[in-house]
């Protein structure tokens, strides 16, 4: 490595390589061998960079440049000009969109500004594929040091961290970990949930696919930690580029003795073989999760008695995070003390978020514990897109809920969230702007856990599709105060007596729009209308005095609901009205009106 | 491969490969859905014989073998199209209009979601977020994924691209 001058990192991430960061790989590698720096230069595809709003990202080091949205076509110059002459391409820097200053070293830039890189550290600096570039970068240092310690003390250093389960659930990754030593077995396992199925969260996708290595390291140290000698990985199918990075991980680490058996010469033998889900919402539950990898339906089972007791095939089994896992080596190359520094007094360390909705800056963001909603959605995020009005953040995915304005300032932790009736989750977190309407978004989620609920326990099964109906006739403008009601008493219910985290959370989104939106609601219901506008039963077109009568919108109206003589003003008849607005968009006048 | 003799053998071949993978499996106990997996990739989807012949070779009940089949929705009991079209309806996809985009695809092609195209050509999906939430709303058509759609010209313009 020492040999380049200069290297070239480019984003292989999931949504760089959508928008062609292969071809511009390619082309790299054909201009640099061109100019005949190819001895110089080093081109390196990297894992994800974390700012996919600007995607393609083309990063250059040592001078740090970060260009954006480069496309194939763009190679040529970026190698004629900035790698040869030294003169940075300006007009694929990132232009800071409030001072119209183009920034160059992504440091200066407000999206990294107040990002602290724990689980992604490793994501968008080293080639994922190249065991060595992990080894580089302290890879398989923790590993080396926990194999020094007895396993108690390395559950202690764990607890003494406070690291805490990022998979949703937040239970102390330490304790867990004791459980599972404390059972005592010929058998036990490790395993590594990787079945993201929170839509608009993708970190544990981004941290396999940029950093493989340190979910196959921190496997190994929890193996030893409890006394384990099997891993497993449970992931997506549906993430082909992620299994296809794990598995070359994996084989590198066996090829490096860092797997298998007598690892570093000290007897600790450990192998991770991977598993594939094959879509069901309900196998993030760890008890589901089990019953899907041993090849069965994914249907959870109470707890007690826990997977730390009897897990896969009946064996103590430690199941934890992607993002997790991403941690642990990190708790033991910078120690405990270190790690708990960082965050709130109960939420220790960083969080992943998947930014996404109506922002500026979508992307991946790693904060610390503590950081306010406000720092996370303008300093980061960039504010609103279109110049747009907040109104609400969806934090936790279909089992979370929606924050507001007024909770802008609250310090974001695993408790705080809580108490806000929202939840930590898996870090998806879903801004929305004045056009969103509420009772539609919770509709979205119902549709997804209703679609998702696996049906074992009646209240889950039964009772999610009933409060879809309830929504759909609200949405549809039909629905009535008493539904209110019966929406907030279905939902506790649901909340009691459900078998397992999905369908114990599946009612938040309802009860927390309610919550804080319920003037929204009580619209919908009593005034038959949507203040976002959103909700198309509830819209009506009407043709205002600005009208000259020029019979246009008459004309486009598919359904013949528009009368009217030449230049006199026209009107639709509500009763034939599809509420399809090509009258608006046809009309030249703006005598149209939708309320 | 229009005559049965042939289609036969291209079948024979497929059932073969699959009872090859099953066959050397290290450990037959929990391998259902990995064996599912394998057969969904040679046979495109999971009709009725494919699955009784799973059942037997790994010595379980079909209705064993249905019940997974039907539990997972990765899984399907119907032929997919040449170009199997899946809409992402993540909550990324979601806020930035992709049951627009999901619209427009049902108009253009004239089928619902879990449908195929007579001529069997497209088929049409939702699925919930491929992870790509910077470029929403997301169509995957095969492998390849097509970012920020925001109108119905654009779905024909895809569309279009497949049409040979």
């Given at each position: 490595m020492s040999k380049y001058t200069m290297h070239v990192l480019v984003c292989g991430g999931t949504g760089c390589i959508s928008s062609r960061s292969k071809e511009i790989v390619e082309n790299l590698n054909l201009h640099i061998k061109e100019v005949g720096m190819e001895d110089s230069v080093q081109i390196l595809t990297t894992g994800?960079?974390?700012?996919?709003?600007?995607?393609p990202i083309v990063k250059i080091l040592p001078d740090n440049t970060f260009y954006v949205?480069?496309?194939?076509?763009d190679v040529e110059e970026i190698v004629k000009?900035?790698?040869?002459?030294?003169?940075?391409?300006?007009?694929l820097l990132y232009v800071?969109?409030?001072?119209s200053d183009s920034v160059?070293?992504?440091?200066?830039?407000e999206f990294y500004k107040k990002q602290m890189r724990?689980?992604?550290?490793?994501c968008g600096f080293?080639?994922?594929?190249?065991i060595e570039e992990y080894i580089a970068r302290d890879g398989y240092g923790a590993l080396g040091k926990v194999l020094s310690m007895t396993q108690q003390e390395v559950i202690d250093e764990m607890k003494k961290s406070g690291l805490r389960g990022r998979?949703?659930?937040?239970?102390p990754t330490g304790l867990k970990w004791e459980f599972a030593y404390k059972n005592k077995s010929d058998q036990k396992y490790v395993v590594c949930n990787?079945?993201?199925?929170?839509?608009?969260?993708f970190m544990d996708r981004s941290i396999l696919e940029g950093d493989p290595h340190s979910i196959v390291e921190a496997m190994a140290i929890c193996g030893y930690a409890i006394g384990a000698n099997r891993g497993l990985v449970y992931i997506r199918a549906e993430y082909p580029l992620a299994v296809k990075r794990l598995e070359t991980a994996i084989l590198a680490a066996r090829e490096y003795g860092?797997?298998?058996?007598d690892i570093l010469g000290t007897g600790f033998d450990f192998d991770i073989e991977i598993k594939f889900g094959?879509?069901?919402?309900?196998?993030?539950?760890e008890t589901a999760l089990i019953h899907s990898m041993e090849g069965m339906r994914g249907e959870p089972t109470t707890k007690p008695p826990f997977p730390a007791e009897?897990?896969?095939?009946g064996k103590p089994t430690n199941v934890n995070n992607v993002e997790t896992f991403a941690n642990v080596p990190v708790v033991f190359l910078k120690g405990a003390d270190w790690f708990s520094k960082i965050g709130t007094e109960k939420s220790k360390g960083t969080k992943v978020f998947a930014l996404a909705g109506k922002i500026n800056n979508v992307g991946l963001i790693e904060v610390p514990m503590g950081i306010t909603l406000r720092e996370v959605i303008?300093?980061?995020?960039?504010?609103?897109?279109?110049g747009k009005k907040f109104k609400a953040v969806q934090t936790g995915g279909p089992s979370g809920g929606c924050l507001t304005e007024k909770d802008l300032d609250t310090p974001i932790d695993f408790d705080n969230l809580i108490a806000k009736g929202s939840m930590m989750g898996s870090g998806g977190m879903i801004v929305m702007d004045e056009t969103d309407c509420m009772p539609a978004v919770a509709k979205f989620y119902l549709e997804f856990t209703e679609e998702e609920s696996?049906?074992?326990?009646t209240p889950c099964r039964v009772g999610t599709k009933r409060l879809l109906e309830i929504l759909e006739k609200i949405i549809a403008g039909n629905g009535t105060m008493e539904d209110l009601e019966t929406l907030k008493e279905l939902s506790q219910v649901i909340k009691d007596t459900a078998l397992c985290g999905l369908g114990q959370t599946a009612p938040n989104p309802i009860l927390s729009t309610l919550e804080a939106f319920e003037d929204e609601y009580i619209a919908h219901v009593r005034?038959?209308?949507c203040p976002a506008g959103k909700c198309t039963a509830l819209l009506q077109y009407n043709i205002t005095d600005?009208?000259?009568?020029?019979?246009a919108c008459a004309r486009i109206c598919p359904v013949n609901a528009i009368s009217g003589s030449p230049k006199q003003q026209h009107t639709i008849d509500q009763t034939k009205c599809?509420?399809?607005g090509a009258c608006m968009t046809k009309c030249?006048?703006?005598?149209i009106v939708r309320e | 491969m229009s005559c049965e003799s042939c289609k036969n053998e291209l079948a024979r071949e497929m059932y073969a490969e699959l009872e090859k993978f099953i066959d050397e499996?290290?450990?037959?106990?929990?391998?259902l859905i990995s064996v599912l997996h394998r057969a969904q990739s040679i046979f495109g989807y999971l009709p009725k014989e494919v699955q009784a012949f799973v059942g037997e070779k790994l010595n379980i009940s079909t209705a064993q073998v249905y019940g997974v089949v039907s539990f997972y929705?990765?899984?399907?009991m119907e032929p997919k199209g040449k170009y199997p079209i899946s809409v992402c309806l993540g909550t990324a996809c979601y806020v930035r209009g992709a049951d627009k985009v999901l619209e427009a695809f049902k108009n253009e092609l004239g089928i619902d979601v879990g449908q195929t195209t007579s001529d069997g050509k497209f088929s049409l999906d939702a699925l919930r977020c491929v992870g790509a939430c910077g470029l929403a709303p997301v169509v995957l058509i095969g492998d390849k994924v097509y970012g920020r759609i925001n109108s119905a010209e654009q779905v024909k313009e895809i569309i279009k691209e497949y049409q040979d």
């Amino acid at each position: 490595m020492s040999k380049y001058t200069m290297h070239v990192l480019v984003c292989g991430g999931t949504g760089c390589i959508s928008s062609r960061s292969k071809e511009i790989v390619e082309n790299l590698n054909l201009h640099i061998k061109e100019v005949g720096m190819e001895d110089s230069v080093q081109i390196l595809t990297t894992g994800c960079f974390g700012f996919c709003e600007k995607g393609p990202i083309v990063k250059i080091l040592p001078d740090n440049t970060f260009y954006v949205q480069v496309k194939p076509e763009d190679v040529e110059e970026i190698v004629k000009e900035h790698i040869v002459k030294g003169r940075k391409v300006e007009r694929l820097l990132y232009v800071n969109p409030t001072t119209s200053d183009s920034v160059s070293d992504s440091k200066h830039m407000e999206f990294y500004k107040k990002q602290m890189r724990v689980a992604l550290r490793n994501c968008g600096f080293i080639d994922p594929e190249n065991i060595e570039e992990y080894i580089a970068r302290d890879g398989y240092g923790a590993l080396g040091k926990v194999l020094s310690m007895t396993q108690q003390e390395v559950i202690d250093e764990m607890k003494k961290s406070g690291l805490r389960g990022r998979g949703g659930g937040g239970f102390p990754t330490g304790l867990k970990w004791e459980f599972a030593y404390k059972n005592k077995s010929d058998q036990k396992y490790v395993v590594c949930n990787a079945d993201e199925g929170d839509p608009g969260a993708f970190m544990d996708r981004s941290i396999l696919e940029g950093d493989p290595h340190s979910i196959v390291e921190a496997m190994a140290i929890c193996g030893y930690a409890i006394g384990a000698n099997r891993g497993l990985v449970y992931i997506r199918a549906e993430y082909p580029l992620a299994v296809k990075r794990l598995e070359t991980a994996i084989l590198a680490a066996r090829e490096y003795g860092l797997l298998g058996h007598d690892i570093l010469g000290t007897g600790f033998d450990f192998d991770i073989e991977i598993k594939f889900g094959a879509g069901a919402f309900v196998c993030g539950e760890e008890t589901a999760l089990i019953h899907s990898m041993e090849g069965m339906r994914g249907e959870p089972t109470t707890k007690p008695p826990f997977p730390a007791e009897s897990g896969y095939w009946g064996k103590p089994t430690n199941v934890n995070n992607v993002e997790t896992f991403a941690n642990v080596p990190v708790v033991f190359l910078k120690g405990a003390d270190w790690f708990s520094k960082i965050g709130t007094e109960k939420s220790k360390g960083t969080k992943v978020f998947a930014l996404a909705g109506k922002i500026n800056n979508v992307g991946l963001i790693e904060v610390p514990m503590g950081i306010t909603l406000r720092e996370v959605i303008y300093d980061i995020g960039g504010g609103i897109k279109d110049g747009k009005k907040f109104k609400a953040v969806q934090t936790g995915g279909p089992s979370g809920g929606c924050l507001t304005e007024k909770d802008l300032d609250t310090p974001i932790d695993f408790d705080n969230l809580i108490a806000k009736g929202s939840m930590m989750g898996s870090g998806g977190m879903i801004v929305m702007d004045e056009t969103d309407c509420m009772p539609a978004v919770a509709k979205f989620y119902l549709e997804f856990t209703e679609e998702e609920s696996c049906g074992k326990c009646t209240p889950c099964r039964v009772g999610t599709k009933r409060l879809l109906e309830i929504l759909e006739k609200i949405i549809a403008g039909n629905g009535t105060m008493e539904d209110l009601e019966t929406l907030k008493e279905l939902s506790q219910v649901i909340k009691d007596t459900a078998l397992c985290g999905l369908g114990q959370t599946a009612p938040n989104p309802i009860l927390s729009t309610l919550e804080a939106f319920e003037d929204e609601y009580i619209a919908h219901v009593r005034d038959h209308k949507c203040p976002a506008g959103k909700c198309t039963a509830l819209l009506q077109y009407n043709i205002t005095d600005k009208c000259i009568g020029c019979t246009a919108c008459a004309r486009i109206c598919p359904v013949n609901a528009i009368s009217g003589s030449p230049k006199q003003q026209h009107t639709i008849d509500q009763t034939k009205c599809i509420k399809c607005g090509a009258c608006m968009t046809k009309c030249r006048f703006g005598a149209i009106v939708r309320e | 491969m229009s005559c049965e003799s042939c289609k036969n053998e291209l079948a024979r071949e497929m059932y073969a490969e699959l009872e090859k993978f099953i066959d050397e499996l290290p450990e037959k106990r929990g391998a259902l859905i990995s064996v599912l997996h394998r057969a969904q990739s040679i046979f495109g989807y999971l009709p009725k014989e494919v699955q009784a012949f799973v059942g037997e070779k790994l010595n379980i009940s079909t209705a064993q073998v249905y019940g997974v089949v039907s539990f997972y929705s990765f899984f399907t009991m119907e032929p997919k199209g040449k170009y199997p079209i899946s809409v992402c309806l993540g909550t990324a996809c979601y806020v930035r209009g992709a049951d627009k985009v999901l619209e427009a695809f049902k108009n253009e092609l004239g089928i619902d979601v879990g449908q195929t195209t007579s001529d069997g050509k497209f088929s049409l999906d939702a699925l919930r977020c491929v992870g790509a939430c910077g470029l929403a709303p997301v169509v995957l058509i095969g492998d390849k994924v097509y970012g920020r759609i925001n109108s119905a010209e654009q779905v024909k313009e895809i569309i279009k691209e497949y049409q040979d």
